[in-house]
């Protein structure tokens, strides 16, 4: 097992399975933490583009500043392809609120380029009364109209 060249994943060959799938957009970049955050949304069946692993979140208490995250791959790349959509999946926490704001204000201002955050709320089957303030507040601000 060895890393894949174009996005960082988890690969056997020199490009992982999702980069080498013709059926996949290289269109839509979507951005994760680590490899196993591509299983869990692989999981979901919902996204038919590409991703970008960046080996990790920014972390100024542990050392970890862009220099050590696949950030300069993740640019190239986007130069490169010029894809339309660069989803932001890293997970609501500290470290990965301020790696999505970063990557944020490197990307914003490319033309034709929207860069997008996964949605975050409450999980199905979550009751109101357990929910923190933080979750709460970001579910209502992530609302979304009912087809």
């Known amino acids: 097992i060895r890393t894949c060249a174009e996005c960082g994943n ?3 060959e020199e490009l992982c399975p999702i980069c080498a799938d013709p059926e996949r957009s290289p269109q839509t970049i979507c951005v ?14 919902e ?15 542990q050392g970890i500043g862009p220099d050590e995250l696949r950030v300069a ?6 130069e490169r392809i010029r894809p339309g959509e660069v989803v932001l999946a890293t997970p609501p926490t500290v470290e990965g609120d ?19 955050r996964l949605a975050l709320g409450l999980p199905v089957g979550a009751d109101l009364d357990y929910a923190d303030q933080v979750t709460l507040a970001r579910a209502l601000r992530g609302r979304t109209e009912m087809d």
């Open 98 to 116: 301020a790696t999505a704001e970063y990557l944020r204000a490197l990307l914003s201002g490319r033309e034709g380029l929207r860069v997008t």
């Open 47 to 61: 996204f038919r583009g590409r991703y970008h692993v960046l080996g990790g979140l920014l972390s100024p208490v």
């Open 32 to 45: 994760v933490a680590e490899a196993r955050d591509v299983m869990a949304l692989e999981r979901a069946g």
């Open 10 to 12: 988890y690969a056997t």
């Open 73 to 78: 791959a993740l640019l190239e790349r986007v």
